[in-house]
Structures are given as C-alpha cells and as structure tokens.
C-alpha cells in the first residue's frame, strides 16, 4: 500500500485547508484509513480515522466538530477538511492505513501499518 499525502499550507487562524491522501497498490475494502498529526517536540497523535467500507468516521476530541474525514472510493482517495483552524492544529499531518478487526477504531499510531510522507501545515496568528 502508497499512501501519498498533500495540501499542507500555511493559513490563517480561523481559515480552513483540505488534505488529501491518495492511496495505491491493492485493494481497500477491508482498511481504515486514518489521520495524524505530530507537533515539535510532541508526540504523533490520532486526528480523525474513516472506515473504507461503511464511511463510519471517528475523531480526536480536540477536532470535533472542524475536522471532517471523507472518502472517494472511485479515486481511492481519503480527505481531511479542517475548518476553523487554530494555532495548536500546526504540525505535521500524516495519513495511516491497516486492515483492521470489524468494529475496531484504532488511534494509537503503532495500530497503523502504511504511512504516508507528512504534509505541513502551519497556522498562523
């Protein structure tokens, strides 16, 4: 599985960006796809995770309700749109996948095998 990762940038607070994860290499029925994000100095922590098959989709609590986490199965593609953003949400932002257990909704980092390359994003005041 390749993951690759895009639309980082540089935004204001309060503005908004979309992430995309194109994903490649076999088929993802069976996966969910999640989000990370790590900070300098912090350690990677979970954003928001979507299930490929069923749309079932799970955040942080710390995004709820900005972040929205979908999918286009006919591109093989995973999106991040992040709304009302602030300072705390710059980091680095990584898409994960891996073949889970039905009903599983993994947030720990080590519970991902694929990852993309990270794309930045950085908020400004």
């Known amino acids: 599985v390749q993951l690759q990762a895009s639309g980082g940038g540089l935004v204001q607070a309060g503005g908004s960006l979309r992430l995309s994860c194109a994903a490649s290499?076999?088929?993802?029925?069976?996966?969910?796809m999640g989000w990370f994000r790590q900070a300098p100095g912090k350690e990677r922590e979970f954003v928001a995770g979507i299930k490929w098959t069923c749309d079932y989709t799970y955040y942080a609590d710390s995004v709820k309700g900005r972040f929205t986490i979908s999918r286009d199965s006919a591109k093989n593609t995973v999106y991040l749109q992040m709304n009302s953003l602030k300072l705390e949400d710059t980091a680095v932002y990584y898409c994960?996948?891996?073949?889970?257990?039905?009903?599983?909704?993994?947030?720990?980092?080590?519970?991902?095998?694929?990852w993309g390359q990270g794309t930045q994003v950085t908020v400004s005041s």
């Open positions: 994960a996948s891996n073949i889970v257990p039905r009903g599983a909704t993994p947030r720990l980092h080590y519970e991902y095998d694929y």
């Open positions: 290499g076999r088929t993802f029925s069976s996966y969910i």
